[in-house]
């Protein structure tokens, strides 16, 4: 089975992971997301998927695109 099927937010209005801004509703909107994905438990294999396809935009495993580019900057660095 697709891990995709066990994710927490499978019954989920997809809007809801692509906030159009991060203040305001948008800052809400991304806070209701990441409280989804916390209870997930394919949170890790989702982030993993966001970041093996290169994907800048939404919330995926929890965060936004830009702790996404922070956690990639941050590990190239370390290497």
Same mark, same amino acid.
């Given at each position: #089975?697709?891990?995709?099927? +066990?994710? &927490? ?9 692509? @906030? *159009?801004?991060? #203040?305001?509703?948008?800052? +809400?909107? &991304? ?9 997930? @438990? *394919? ?37």
């Amino acid at each position: #089975m697709d891990w995709r099927h +066990r994710a &927490a937010c499978r019954d989920e209005d997809p809007e809801l992971f692509f @906030p *159009v801004t991060d #203040m305001g509703p948008g800052a +809400r909107q &991304a806070e209701k997301a990441k409280s989804i994905c916390a209870t997930c @438990p *394919v949170r890790e294999r989702c982030l993993q998927f966001a970041l093996d396809n290169g994907l800048n935009y939404g919330i995926f495993g929890g965060m936004t695109e830009q702790e996404r580019a922070d956690l990639v900057r941050r590990s190239a660095h370390a290497a």
